[in-house]
């Protein structure tokens, strides 16, 4: 498995500045030094730019529940506008703590062990910042989501992966590969179930296989368990509820996927109370707080169970009809088992086309066919194995209204037939 170190001195002999380290770990960085925006920004500009649909970006196009609205409103009319606690407000920290007794049956202590974030990217880049150094290895799986690899560069340490393979059971971990991958500078590793892009929700088998490696080379782990709700049938296993596991586990979710309000930012993590105060030690220079009245709205919807399974049934219908019409297109989609996304093997489509890749194909996506999609190698190391073996893939989103996905099959449709 390649390792890719935070990179070395540049010719001025001074290093890299951290936002160049940050760039470079998220395949930002040219090589004349110029920096992209992140895929995503790029893809959402494309898709406003050209009046294309956007199956790119990962956001609702319908917002959560009235109630929950209605919330914030009246948190913002009763005042609750200055500073909310640096740790998060009482409610929605003892809010997550009876979420996770009663789906998981894990006991957190509200006080100690939670930790409220300006969602979940907060949580994780200060839990990288906070717990992890140059010399240090972290360990992600591959495809990963950015702000992962984004984080590990920021913090210095090095990147190392494991990878996703795609087969008939969807993309599988490759646990030997996982094995070979950790080193006695294995410091942390950085999972994420239900897994952004791939959909992938990791079996028991596969999480036992990281929870042994964890415990073999004393690693933390961080779980990004943002879409822990948005499942299809699989059951989601956190893995602080692994044996051996829980004292060792920072876990991190959001309310943006479980409760479409991606816009809030209001996430939280919870773990050991020295590791919760190792990283609230750097959030509260990061943000110190946010979102005072979302808060209070956020803790009102945790109790709520009823707004994701439903949202995830919908989903699940929503999936089919994507992948139906991707399948029609002449693209071979790997089911996703949870999250927003499905990633579609575009080998076909690409020969009819004679474009090159995944990157080429949606660079033309909008014109070809009023569509905006991401190329999996986004979610890949410039150049790596994994970024080899999905060059064709692209991942689409289903998180918009039916009537939207049904245009986007009918648009995808006619790809490589030619414009009248
Ligand atoms: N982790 C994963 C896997 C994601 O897909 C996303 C974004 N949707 C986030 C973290 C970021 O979550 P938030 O918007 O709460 O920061
Ligand atoms: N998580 C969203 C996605 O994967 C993107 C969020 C962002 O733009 N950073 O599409």
Not at 125 to 138: K, N, Q, Y
Not at 392 to 417: M, P, Q, S
Request: charged share 20%; net charge negative; glycine share 8%.
């Amino acid at each position: 498995m390649d390792a890719h170190p935070s990179p070395g001195p540049d010719s001025s002999g001074r290093g890299q500045d951290r936002w160049q380290a940050t760039a470079s770990a998220a395949g930002l960085l040219a090589d004349d030094g110029s920096v992209a925006v992140t895929i995503f920004a790029e893809m959402s500009a494309l898709a406003v730019r050209t009046g294309a649909i956007n199956l790119g970006q990962g956001f609702p196009d319908v917002d959560g529940p009235e109630y929950v609205k209605q919330a914030a409103i009246q948190a913002i009319e009763a005042g609750r506008n200055q500073y909310a606690p640096g740790d998060g407000v009482p409610e929605l920290r003892q809010a997550v703590a009876d979420h996770q007794k009663r789906h998981y049956g894990l006991d957190v202590d509200p006080d100690t062990e939670v930790l409220v974030t300006t969602g979940a990217t907060e949580a994780l880049t200060a839990s990288v910042l906070a717990l992890t150094r140059p010399g240090d290895e972290v360990l992600t799986l591959e495809p990963f989501y950015d702000s992962h690899a984004a984080a590990i560069g920021m913090s210095g340490a090095t990147h190392v992966t494991a990878p996703l393979v795609p087969g008939p059971d969807g993309f599988r971990l490759d646990v030997e590969a996982l094995r070979a991958a950790a080193t006695d500078r294995l410091r942390m590793i950085l999972l994420n179930s239900p897994h952004n892009p791939t959909g992938t929700v990791l079996t028991r088998d596969e999480l036992e296989a990281v929870a042994a490696v964890a415990r073999e080379h004393d690693a933390i782990v961080v779980t990004d368990e943002v879409y822990e709700h948005l499942t299809f049938g699989a059951e989601h296993i956190p893995v602080s509820t692994l044996p051996g596991m829980a004292e060792r586990t920072l876990t991190i979710s959001s309310s943006g996927k479980t409760f479409s309000f991606t816009g809030w930012k209001v996430g939280w993590l919870h773990g050991p109370a020295d590791l919760v105060t190792a990283v609230r030690t750097v959030k509260q220079y990061l943000t110190y707080t946010s979102g005072a009245p979302f808060q209070p709205a956020i803790a009102q919807a945790l109790a709520d169970d009823d707004t994701p399974r439903d949202l995830a049934a919908s989903l699940a219908s929503r999936r089919d009809l994507l992948c139906a019409g991707l399948e029609t297109a002449g693209f071979e989609v790997t089911r996703p088992a949870g999250t927003y996304f499905v990633m579609a093997d575009a080998s076909a489509v690409l020969a009819r086309l004679g474009l090159r890749d995944g990157v080429e194909l949606c660079r033309r996506l909008p014109e070809l066919a009023g569509v905006v999609a991401i190329p999996a190698s986004a979610f890949c190391r410039a150049g790596s194995p994994t970024a080899q073996a999905l060059a064709n893939h692209v991942r689409f989103t289903f998180v918009k209204r039916e009537e939207v996905l049904r245009d986007a099959a009918t648009r995808l449709a006619g790809l490589g037939v030619p414009l009248s």
